[in-house]
T-cell receptor, first 110, second 113 residues
Framework: QKEVEQNSGPLSVPEGAIASLNCTYS??????FFWYRQYSGKSPELIMS????GDKEDGRFTAQLNKASQYVSLLIRDSQPSDSATYLC??????????FGKGNQVVVIP | DVKVTQSSRYLVKRTGEKVFLECVQD?????MFWYRQDPGLGLRLIYF???????EKGDIPEGYSVSREKKERFSLILESASTNQTSMYLC????????????FGPGTRLTVL
């Protein structure tokens, strides 16, 4: 399995601030990237997908992809307490399966 | 809405028992997956299936087997449960294709005593 790294520890941000999450991947040929959100005790749900270099915005979420540097990031603007969750980075491998990072916990402090 | 259901939310079994975890999806998805999720280890793929009667080993297939006799149902079997198989088990499904969304079931928290 190719590696997907999410190295930062838990992230605490004040309400209204920007939360920034990073993810690096090892497979240079990967073309599809996803961010999943997982609330405590719940299953992951897809919040963003990105396939091309650059930024993709969806509401308060922005995904950024840089294939040359092999990283993908997620920005959460105007963070809300409801954004408190674990965020999983996923990369599609050549055999059509997803490789997941271990996740980053985000805590938004009111 | 796509719905992926799993037979149990919580399950307690004894060491050595044969355990069946069932997953059913109602959207005619070709691809189905079984993961386990453990603190600090993230989501790890156990087995997946591209279509009926097809199965592929994931990253940690040891101690598990699967069955896909019908398109909507993907079963995970623990042949002889062990305590190190205590975990959260998540099923997922996806339409075959390049970049379709993968949908997860609610999970089964399995405890092996």
């Amino acid at each position: 399995q190719k590696e997907v790294e999410q190295n930062s520890g838990p992230l605490s941000v004040p309400e209204g601030a920007i939360a920034s999450l990073n993810c690096t991947y090892s497979d240079r040929v990967s073309q599809s990237f996803f961010w999943y959100r997982q609330y405590s005790g719940k299953s992951p749900e897809l919040i963003m997908s990105i396939y091309s270099n650059g930024d993709k915005e969806d509401g308060r979420f922005t995904a950024q992809l840089n294939k040359a540097s092999q990283y993908v990031s997620l920005l959460i603007r105007d963070s809300q307490p409801s954004d408190s969750a674990t965020y999983l980075c996923a990369v599609k491998e050549g055999n059509n399966r997803l490789a997941f990072g271990k996740g980053n916990q985000v805590v938004v402090i009111p | 809405d796509v719905k992926v259901t799993q037979s149990s939310r919580y399950l307690v079994k004894r060491t050595g028992e044969k355990v069946f975890l069932e997953c059913v999806q109602d959207m005619d998805h070709e691809n189905m997956f079984w993961y386990r999720q453990d603190p600090g280890l993230g989501l790890r793929l156990i087995y997946f299936s591209y279509d009926v009667k097809m199965k592929e080993k994931g990253d940690i297939p040891e101690g598990y087997s699967v069955s896909r006799e019908k398109k909507e149902r993907f079963s995970l079997i623990l042949e002889s449960a062990s305590t190190n198989q205590t975990s959260m088990y998540l099923c997922a499904s996806r339409v075959a294709g390049v970049d379709n969304e993968q949908f997860f079931g609610p999970g089964t928290r399995l405890t092996v005593l």
